[in-house]
């Protein structure tokens, strides 16, 4: 039972940290960014070149993460940025943009499968039970991130100018907001928070041309649920995280599979705010 | 009378060169793209070395061996596309597949309508039978065996746990190893799936560890799912005797540390020290130079389909299909793998290697089996 407690903490973890890269940029930009998996990915080969490099592991995540905002920045200026006034082109463009983004971890890497090292191996014992410490230190690492991303929202000039901008952006922008800054900005955050997130799930996976894919999936169903409020995300991954561990060990690892598909479209149904009270 | 032999022989060889012989076409559909797309280049190198070994000797009846590759795209789509342009457009005289399950039933029609000899050369889950289909690969009863034995006599395991991708071959390893560990008096305690593509096996490791079972058994789809799920066992610290179905040389080796001490069955392993395998080792490393890909449990028997078709035209003494399918029961291929003959209901006895893997990542030959039968295949083919 106590493992148990434990997989659906660290699973929660594990989804907070994915989905909130996707989160930011759905948020101030209006934009579902496509290219979220992709990004995710590439935090992933960063963390394998960490590896290959010979670097330790535990500077794979900031150094994803700073690659990620630098490369969040261009993308933003060269192909995002035309494209403000036609949303749906956008979403388009992103999705475009991750396949060209993992084709080209195809040619260069190849489609076979590679390994980051883990800064953690093995386990370690917490009230009692053994338990994966890489696992652990990122369920710790995604409650400090979200903590500090809350604190990012609503105690910086940036929180407030991000904030005044998710609410209304013409308002804002009369109000002297340079909001295509503040999308600038998101943008490279979002992007840099994915790509760290990569980096930061791969020593517990590999890493292949597609590995964000599935993730993509599960944090679209996360924010579509949560709105953009990160301790809505938080919420939404426990409740939807912790389901899919229960049925997954007492009902059958395939339904689980499902679980956060499948009960994300029951909530839209019931309540289509989802969590979000905004 | 020798001095005409000489003569015929020289007119042999002017036509030969006037108009050289028609080439026997041998049609090799595999997935260059899709899944095995990773395998894919090492199976085209070893039938290229094949076709041009068999040449360089003379070709077969005294006509060249001449391959046509096309994509299946690991599935069955593409190989409906590839069997039709290869049966009906190129008009191949035979195939030799190492393929998916999927494009290997989506191609059975066409072979059978096309009525052409097909050498299926990738292990599978077993029991696919057809008129014009020989198969030189292993199947579930010569893979199940030998760590299943080596499980209960060298760590007196009783209690098994298995785990699998919920796809074909998954499912029917795991069945058949179910069936085969009870025979045995053992018990299984736990037998869990995950979607095919799934790489979160957090809840499945809960389970098991919870079961508390003496060994584990694995059988997951290539690649990520089967990487992910070793790495994610140690991190958990699973320590317990492992056996994994899906792994190969090339996977452990690229997983170093984390695949120390998982067992394998294989009819091929390249480390085998004999003759045959040091020779074949060293032809692919000659022919393909730098770009050489490490030789492996499906490109080998590419290898000695290649040959059995050969083998197998030449003593039909013609490309005729129901000749040429009547002869692969009766021909013995001297490959890297041994001496390995197609009389089994269209399967093959094979000796399987039980491999562990060192923490380098290499895997060492534990125990040979000799000679293991594949059991009953295709009753209906039986003589």
Redesign the interface.
Known sequence: MG??TF?IL??AGILFVVASGLMIILGVMKLLNFAHGAFLTAGGYAAYLTGAAGISPWFSVPLAGIVGVAFGLVVERTIIRPLYSRPLDAILATWGLGIVISQIFALTF??????AP?PL???IEVLGI??????LAVSVIAVLLAIALIGLLSLTRFGLNARAVIVNEDLARGLGIDSTRVRAITFGLGSGLACAAGALIT????V?PN?GL?WLVNSFMLVLISGVSFPSLLLASLILGGT??LI??FI???L??MTIVVLAAMILRLNPKGFSRA | MKLKKVLVGIACCLGMSAYAAEPIKIGIPVGLSGANSVVAPSVVQASELAVEEINAKGGVLGRPLQLEIADDASGAQGAQRAYDSLVFQKEVDGIVAMETTAARNAGLPIVNRGRVPLIYTSFYEGRSCSPWMYINAWVPEQQVEPIVDQFMSEYDAKKFFLIGSDYAFGRGMLKFTREYVESKGGTVVGESYLPIEGSDWTAIISQLRSANPDALITSTSGGAPNVTLTRQLRSAGVDIPYGNYAIDEGTAKSMGGNAEGVYLAASYISSLDTPANREFLQAIKDKFGDDAETPNELSVPQYDGIYAYAAAVEKAGSTEPSAVIDALSEVTVEGPRGAIKMDKQRHAALTMYLGKVASDGSVEVVKSFKNVDPGEQCPQFAD
């Open positions: 493992s148990v997989d660290t699973t190849g489609r076979g499968v590679q390994f883990s191996s093995g386990t053994e338990y994966s410490a890489y696992r020593p517990l996976l590999s292949d590995m599935p899919q561990v997954s060990t059958s690892p395939i689980g599979g």
